[in-house]
């Protein structure tokens, strides 16, 4: 989406908008402090919606551009039709037998990686600590004091600090139970493949890189080294989406509104610790990441635009 040029008033702009909707080309308008700012959505049409607006600040009020009951059929239809793609979109997304599905290697890698994981940490029985230490954030150590062997870890990520950074993405590797790791894997193939299918390997990986260090960060601040798993990840995945999906209702990637309220409503379950203890500050720090991730150009396109 790329912005053209600026109207003074809301009158001129939405003669304009109509105008560009008649002729097939889909655009926004945004009120900023000097005017309206008018939005082309398809960077192919540009030139063309930038040429039109030179023209109509020439004669605005020209009879050609009384157009607007023939746009407000047409912005009718398309509403229907993001409306259809919002309820049917994600449901689409989690057919797995179709072969397209199959066509995103960053989220298969990242499946096989922790169903690996898993397997070789038994789920993170407590005969795997040394597997484990080597891919939590911090080494678990044993500690003597006067009350007899215990474990504990050093402060301060002295690990990290000595340059074993990977340590600040691998715990989303680790498991603790079937269910664990059955649901995030779900929800990572399906978010995640979203992702990747439709915003590419690269975006894909610089998400998982951010809400996973974030989160993991988090976490290790608010409870220590001894946690795991690709929730955090996949809390960020689904802020992307549902940013993106909620202030740019044009591109694909949408999410059904049950599957919004059932994360949100999740998140809210686990904070309450009727689950036991879970890892919420990373739920939190990757969803912050995911949902800025996708925010900041929206915002800072706004900004420009004001």
Same mark, same amino acid.
């Given at each position: 989406?790329?912005?053209?040029?600026?109207l003074?008033?809301?009158?001129?702009?939405?003669?304009?908008?109509?105008?560009?909707?008649?002729?097939?080309?889909?655009?926004?308008?945004?009120?900023?402090?000097?005017?309206?700012?008018?939005?082309?959505?398809?960077?192919?049409?540009?030139?063309?919606?930038?040429?039109?607006?030179?023209?109509?600040?020439?004669?605005?009020?020209?009879?050609?551009?009384?157009?607007?009951?023939?746009?407000?059929?047409?912005?009718?239809?398309?509403?229907?039709?993001?409306?259809?793609?919002?309820?049917?979109?994600?449901?689409?997304?989690?057919?797995?037998?179709?072969?397209?599905?199959?066509?995103?290697?960053?989220?298969l890698?990242?499946?096989?990686?922790?169903?690996?994981?898993?397997?070789?940490?038994?789920?993170?029985?407590?005969?795997?600590?040394?597997?484990?230490?080597?891919?939590?954030?911090?080494?678990?150590?044993?500690?003597?004091?006067?009350?007899?062997?215990?474990?504990?870890?050093?402060?301060?990520?002295?690990?990290?600090?000595?340059?074993?950074?990977w340590?600040?993405?691998?715990?989303?590797?680790?498991?603790?139970?079937?269910?664990?790791?059955?649901?995030?894997?779900?929800?990572?193939?399906?978010?995640?493949?979203?992702?990747?299918?439709?915003?590419?390997?690269? &975006?894909?990986a @610089?998400? =998982?890189?951010?809400? %996973?260090?974030? $989160?993991?960060? !988090?976490?290790?601040?608010?409870? #220590?080294?001894?946690?795991?798993?690709?929730?955090?990840?996949?809390?960020?995945?689904?802020?992307?989406?549902?940013?993106?999906?909620?202030?740019?209702?044009?591109?694909?990637?949408?999410?059904?509104?049950?599957?919004?309220?059932?994360? &949100?409503?999740? @998140?809210? =379950?686990?904070m309450? %610790?009727?689950l $036991?203890?879970? !890892?919420?500050?990373?739920?939190? #720090?990757?969803?912050?990441?995911?949902?800025?991730?996708?925010?900041?150009?929206?915002?800072?396109?706004?900004?420009?635009?004001?």
């Open positions: 989406m790329r912005m053209i040029g600026v003074p008033d809301q009158m001129q702009a939405q003669r304009l908008g109509d105008y560009l909707q008649t002729l097939g080309i889909d655009n926004t308008m945004e009120e900023g402090l000097n005017g309206w700012s008018v939005w082309v959505h398809d960077d192919d049409h540009v030139p063309q919606a930038a040429t039109e607006l030179e023209q109509f600040r020439q004669t605005p009020l020209d009879q050609r551009y009384d157009v607007g009951g023939q746009a407000a059929g047409l912005r009718r239809r398309e509403q229907q039709r993001q409306h259809r793609l919002r309820e049917n979109f994600h449901d689409v997304r989690t057919r797995w037998a179709n072969p397209n599905q199959w066509n995103v290697p960053l989220t890698i990242l499946i096989v990686l922790c169903a690996a994981v898993a397997v070789m940490t038994r789920l993170g029985s407590s005969d795997s600590l040394a597997v484990r230490n080597w891919l939590q954030i911090s080494s678990t150590v044993v500690f003597q004091d006067e009350a007899g062997l215990h474990l504990g870890y050093r402060l301060g990520l002295p690990e990290v600090r000595q340059g074993q950074v340590r600040l993405i691998t715990p989303i590797f680790l498991h603790f139970g079937i269910i664990h790791l059955l649901f995030n894997l779900l929800w990572l193939r399906d978010l995640g493949g979203m992702i990747e299918h439709f915003r590419g390997t690269a &975006l894909l @610089l998400l =998982v890189v951010v809400s %996973g260090v974030t $989160g993991n960060l !988090a976490e290790y601040m608010w409870s #220590g080294p001894t946690f795991g798993g690709m929730s955090g990840v996949v809390y960020g995945m689904f802020g992307y989406v549902w940013i993106k999906g909620k202030y740019e209702p044009w591109q694909p990637l949408q999410l059904n509104p049950t599957v919004i309220t059932i994360m &949100l409503g999740w @998140l809210i =379950v686990c309450t %610790g009727l $036991g203890p879970i !890892a919420n500050a990373a739920h939190l #720090g990757g969803l912050v990441a995911g949902a800025a991730m996708a925010g900041g150009p929206i915002a800072w396109r706004r900004l420009r635009a004001a």
